[in-house]
């Protein structure tokens, strides 16, 4: 192990005792080209000031992880996963009396919005609770007030086309100069709430589990961790819906699910 190596394995070993984040089974690579751009943005001179900053300062610790965890999202990102979803896998839930679903490592939330407006659309957002939970409590305001750019939504028009959607995206919010506001009733079946898939514990059982493009930034260990994790949150016959790059080949959960198709969507059997 270089010397790069061991200052970035302390400082995460500090991080851990001292804010309880554990970064330790993060890509080495991804995190290290992160650190680096935080320490261009913040104008650190070298490792050890950062260090220092976050070891000293308690508020800081919060942009530390914002910058550390990725947060790239859209709305209906990868539209035959959604059409899939849409298509397939709803009509199956749609016999439940109440239908739990679970966006893990939900960033900004506008995965979370686009099941909602699929179970709108679905007549099933009533009886349906969406969990969105993120390590990031910043993004998840983000999701919460349900506030986005004006600039994205007409690539979100567009994905929530090739989905299958057929309304006028536009009557599922409401513009404000440069922002739009979605409508509240696609938020009040929302529940936002900070958790942390490397080190909390399942916290229901669910009928549909979303982590799209999270396990990439992980090691083959934590990546196994998480999917145990998802593996005890769902029943039988449950879904879980994972990114585009990301499988369930080399896992030991494997035998416990086969594919739907082609578009990274498995059934729990």
Known sequence: MNAEDLQLTQLLSDIHDKYGYDFSDYSPASLRRRMDRLMMLDKFSNFAEMRYRLMTDPVYIRRFVEELTVNVTEMFRDPQVYQRLRSEVLPRLAAQPLIRIWHAGCSTGEEVYSMAILLHEAGLLEKSLLYATDINPEVLNVGMNGIFPLSYMKKYSENYLLSGGTADFSSYYTAVYDKVIFN???????????????????????????????????????????????????????????????????????????????DKIWIKS
């Open 184 to 262: 509240h009733h696609l938020r009040s079946r929302m529940i936002y709430s900070t958790h942390n898939l490397v080190s909390d514990s399942s916290f229901n059982e669910f009928h549909l589990v979303m982590c799209r493009n999270v396990l990439i930034y992980f090691e083959r260990p934590l990546q196994e961790r998480v999917l145990t994790l998802f593996d005890e949150s769902l029943g039988t016959e449950a879904f879980l819906c994972l990114g585009s790059k990301e499988t369930l080949r080399f896992s030991t959960v494997k035998t416990n699910y086969r594919p739907l198709g082609r």
